[in-house]
Structure formats: C-alpha cells, structure tokens
Nanobody, 115 residues
Framework: QVQLVESGGGLVRAGGSLRLSCAAS????????MGWYRQAPGKQRELVAR???????NYADSVKGRFTISRDNAKNTVSLQMNSLKPDDTAVYYC?????????WGQGTQVTVSS
C-alpha cells in the first residue's frame, strides 16, 4: 500500500521560508520520480517541482530560483525548500508519485503566506 505523508506547512510572512517534506512508503523509492504540486482555492492543481530518479529537476516558472526540490533515497523522503515566499504561493501542497498507470497523492499540507 503506497503512502505519501507530507509535513512542514504553516503560516509565514511574505519573504519568509518553509521546508516541506514527504515520507513515502509502499514503493521502491529510488525507482520513482517524485513531484510536488499545489492547489490554490478556485484554481486547478499545478505542478510546482519534480525530481527524477537520477536527480534531474524541473520547476514551474513561477517558483524558479526560489524553490528547491531534493530527495534522500536512504530515508525515502522528498523535500521542497521554499524561499522568498509570496502571497501567491498560498495553497495546499501535495506530494505525488506514480507507478505504471497509477498516480498517488498525499493528503496535502497547507501553506499560507501573508502579505
């Protein structure tokens, strides 16, 4: 049974930083690309950052230069370091991965950035 558990969300002022973590179980972690997505109220879920099994990363244009995704295959975790946060970054952040045709999601963690 695949489980993704996010942590690290919270309330922060604009310009501040947060670090999100996602602990994965039920998968061979080092064999899976991992992603962070977010969904703001009234908007569609969007990709924030992704990291491949080989450590190649890609980011949404809106977060490039401010967010960094990383993975620790020994601990089965993927993290998202978020710096210079803006009110537009306010959303529920989800960890995600896929195996075959299935996509798995965590329960999400709320990030709120006040102006």
């Amino acid at each position: 049974q695949v489980q993704l558990v996010e942590s690290g969300g919270g309330l922060v002022r604009a310009g501040g930083s947060l670090r999100l973590s996602c602990a994965a179980s039920g998968i061979i972690f080092r064999h899976n690309a991992m992603g962070w997505y977010r969904q703001a109220p009234g908007k569609q879920r969007e990709l924030v950052a992704r990291i491949t099994t080989g450590g190649i990363t890609n980011y949404a244009d809106s977060v490039k230069g401010r967010f960094t995704i990383s993975r620790d295959n020994a601990k089965n975790t993927v993290s998202l370091q978020m710096n210079s946060l803006k009110p537009d970054d306010t959303a529920v952040y989800y960890c995600s991965t896929g195996t075959g045709a299935r996509v798995y999601w965590g329960q999400g963690t709320q990030v709120t950035v006040s102006s």
